[in-house]
């Protein structure tokens, strides 16, 4: 997290900055090397050791951002999601560092948020603290989700805790305090619950040395996930972090200056909508360099180098760990897991969401996003296990909607929660459409959205319903199939589109061109193709299909038996 010189007549109003940036990618050239996982970053010149108890992860490349990064000029989010970036964790605000301590927007919150989303980047969020409280921490976190709960934040919301400096010593509200360990753990632990509560997964921001010296990282990594600063091309921290940020100083195409950058550790893909905790940290590759190694590329601020910021803490007074915010954090062998089979029936006034029962659970919660580029909210809490069921009346006919749900378990003392499973669906049944003209699929609900393919005339798509945005800008979901197999696009909302039955071939079927002869076929349509049914009709007791199927050339019109349609 870069930090910026604060002249000393400013200290009392003025607010710490720092460009906390984090995203994830695979990156292609990651490989396995002497019991070590080793990788080039794309946005610097060094290559990178991952501690080996990450082997089998997904590693994503990502930034962070405030507004220092904009006010050198305005970040272009599609040359930044075409650089490789997957993931940005922007700075929603901060709390003034002076007696007052205001609580504080980024200016440029909306514009990063917004332009991040629109050109398909996953989005977290940051809060940089001067909480002394308890009370104060929860009032940040409710500073900070009230100001994104609008917007599709599928990462984390976290903390950032460390001291700004007035560039030869640190200065603020948690330095003049002298905040011990614990209070200041506890503070941190505070973030975190209200940020679950709220629905969202919590994250904690620090270097390396402030998770020793200034706040208990051993205890906060087992109730949430961590994100470790430490610049140097292979971190020695020993306990457990997600979330590595190893440079300062990155190059990103669309971004003018230097560039927080992060690794992301995790099993689940991007697409998910909440990352798997990463294990702890063990370190076992033998550590050839020694920690205090860093790359040339480092700047001189470094969240790393902090001798001066050492309090006199307690290391023996350590909060009460409550592990109520970490949704998987259940002993070993009681793992309780999200639901699975999450599917969904839909209908023109219902959606009906079903599930599989889930392991050492005592409930679910589901959340429903009513708009492409909205937030999810709470709708229903099940607290009988044994229910897998919940219809969903409050829909528009047409209208798409995304659905997630977690398991839940509460004790006396206790809420723990599972990662979460998630699904889209529209309130209207699934139908086939013929283009009426030729037509650009989109492979996001974007006009700015790279090509698909062209459709010609007459081509085949399977109708699921309409993307809107919270400006109803519309667009058409469909999927279209090549070969069996089928891919989720969109077509502009003024598409011209017929529609009719929609089925898929059960197994390969012959076409014919009409019942009178049933022994030369026009075509054999692959299994898994899927179909617009124009009428049915017989040929003596056999029922047949006049259907239309089209392939990535041509459209075919013919008859089908109908036991091989489904």
Request: proline residues 5%; aromatic residues 12%.
């Amino acid at each position: 997290m870069k930090k910026k010189l604060l002249s000393k007549l400013l200290v009392c109003t003025l607010a710490l900055q720092s460009a906390f940036a984090s995203t994830v990618s695979m990156p292609a050239n990651t490989k396995k090397a002497s019991a070590a996982l080793t990788g080039k970053s794309p946005f610097t010149s060094s290559t990178y050791t991952h501690n080996d108890n990450f082997s089998g992860y997904n590693i994503y490349h990502g930034i962070d951002v405030s507004k220092y990064n904009n006010n050198n000029g305005t970040i272009d989010w599609n040359k930044v999601k075409k650089a490789g970036v997957d993931f940005v964790i922007v700075r929603v605000g901060y709390r003034g560092y002076g007696k007052s301590g205001t609580l504080c927007t980024d200016p440029f919150y909306k514009t990063n948020i917004e332009g991040a989303l629109a050109a398909g980047i996953k989005v977290g969020v940051y809060y940089f603290t001067e909480a002394l409280t308890t009370a104060e921490a929860k009032e940040e976190a409710k500073f900070c989700i009230d100001k994104i709960k609008d917007y599709d934040i599928t990462l984390p919301v976290a903390i950032d805790y460390e001291y700004p400096t007035d560039g030869s010593k640190p200065v603020g509200r948690m330095y003049d305090a002298k905040l011990s360990k614990s209070a200041a753990t506890a503070n941190v632990k505070a973030f975190c619950a209200a940020v679950k509560d709220a629905g969202y997964t919590p994250l904690v921001y620090a270097n390396k040395s402030d998770f020793s010296s200034l706040i208990d990282g051993a205890s906060i990594g087992k109730s949430y996930k961590v994100w470790l600063a430490n610049y140097t091309t292979k971190t020695t921290y020993a306990n457990k972090y997600e979330y590595w940020q190893y440079t300062s100083s990155g190059k990103v195409n669309g971004i003018t200056g230097k560039v927080d950058c992060n690794f992301w550790y995790t099993k689940s893909k991007l697409d998910d909508t909440s990352s798997t905790p990463a294990p702890a940290a063990t370190n076992t590759p033998k550590p050839t360099a020694s920690p205090t190694v860093k790359p040339t590329a480092k700047p001189t601020a470094k969240p790393t180098v902090k001798p001066t910021v050492k309090p006199t803490a307690k290391p023996t007074a350590k909060p009460t760990a409550k592990a109520t915010a970490k949704p998987t954090a259940k002993p070993a062998g009681t793992k309780m897991t999200a639901p699975k089979n999450f599917r969904a029936v839909s209908g023109t006034k219902a959606i009906t969401l079903k599930w599989t029962k889930s392991s050492n659970a005592a409930g679910y919660q589901i959340f429903r996003k009513n708009f492409y580029d909205g937030s999810y909210k709470n709708v229903k809490i099940i607290s009988n296990v044994n229910t897998t069921t919940y219809k969903d009346t409050k829909v528009t006919n047409g209208h798409e909607y995304y659905y997630k749900i977690r398991s839940i378990n509460k004790t006396a003392s206790d809420t723990t929660y599972s990662n979460y499973a998630s699904l889209t669906a529209s309130a209207s049944k699934s139908r086939a459409g013929i283009t009426q003209a030729k037509h650009k699929l989109l492979k996001k609900p974007s006009a700015q959205s790279d090509a698909f393919r062209t459709l010609p005339k007459n081509s085949i798509v399977e109708y699921l319903g309409k993307t809107v945005y919270k400006n109803n800008t519309t667009f058409i979901h469909v999927n279209y199939y090549i070969k069996g197999k089928k891919n989720s696009v969109y077509l502009p909302a003024d598409a011209k589109l017929k529609y009719y039955k929609g089925g898929t071939a059960k197994q390969a079927a012959k076409l014919y061109n009409n019942l009178s002869s049933l022994t030369k076929p026009k075509v054999k349509i692959p299994k898994g193709s899927y179909l617009a049914v124009l009428k049915t009709q017989k040929a003596g007791k056999v029922k047949f299909y006049k259907v239309r199927y089209s392939d990535t050339k041509k459209s075919y019109v013919g008859y089908v038996n109908a036991k091989y349609v489904k």
